[in-house]
């Protein structure tokens, strides 16, 4: 059964830096998304992205996130300088245009230090 | 802004017995998801109801929806030790918004 990817399972980076998180939505899927769950905290939702463009954005997604869909495949979330607060879990999801069952990686852990 | 929250936060169980899950939201919604997660892992979707629909069926899932009351309940029958985990409602909104908007989840414990 086709699935969400999501590399790195495991991130730790300084407080400053720059970091790349990469997600490989189901193919054919055309609705992508980042959510984050910080530890012991609801999943919120970050951006959605079809088409090529934002097309949803929540008061989280500040000038220092940005996302990409750099080929066919790959969809990723670049946190220019990352902060402590930044340390949660990020969940890609993908979505086909006929439903609206978001489909979910197995998750990135950033940790923030 | 609407939220959807489960209750209870946590439950435990026997292996066999039926476990029901309870979500209320505040707003109108498109449709609502549940999602069951792991320890630690990813989530997992496991059904969704759309705002038109009243009762909905998959395998041992059994979710309902009451718009009038603005709650959801998801009904897992004959549980098993596998299904100790997390699971969360989420809501879509209405008017073309992508965005799903999770409860805090529900702690399911089924003991063997």
């Known amino acids: 059964e086709p699935e969400v990817t999501q590399t790195p399972s495991h991130q730790v980076t300084q407080m400053g830096q720059e970091v790349i998180l990469r997600c490989v939505p189901i193919s054919n899927h055309l609705y992508f998304y980042w959510y984050r769950q910080i530890l012991g905290q609801k999943v919120e939702f970050l951006v959605s992205f079809y088409n090529n463009e934002i097309s949803e954005k929540s008061e989280i997604f500040d000038d220092q996130f940005s996302v990409e869909r750099p080929d066919g495949s790959n969809f990723t979330l670049k946190i220019r300088s990352t902060k402590l607060e930044d340390s949660a879990m990020y969940f890609c999801?993908?979505?086909?245009?006929?439903?609206?069952?978001?489909?979910f990686g197995p998750g990135t852990r950033l940790t923030v230090t | 802004s609407q939220q959807g929250e489960e209750d209870p936060q946590a439950l435990s169980i026997q292996e066999g017995e039926n476990a029901t899950m309870n979500c209320s939201y505040k707003?109108?919604?498109?449709?609502l998801q549940w999602y069951r997660q792991n320890s630690g892992r990813g989530l997992v979707h496991l059904i969704l109801i759309r705002s038109n629909e009243r009762e909905k069926h998959s395998g041992r899932l059994r979710v309902t929806l009451d718009t009038s009351k603005k709650s959801s309940s998801l009904l897992i029958t004959a549980s098993r030790a596998a299904d100790t985990a997390s699971y969360f409602c989420a809501t879509g909104p209405p008017g073309g918004s992508e965005k799903l908007v999770f409860g805090k989840g529900m702690k399911l414990t089924v003991n063997p």
């Open positions: 999801a993908s979505r086909d245009w006929w439903s609206y069952e978001q489909y």
């Open positions: 707003t109108s919604i498109n449709n």
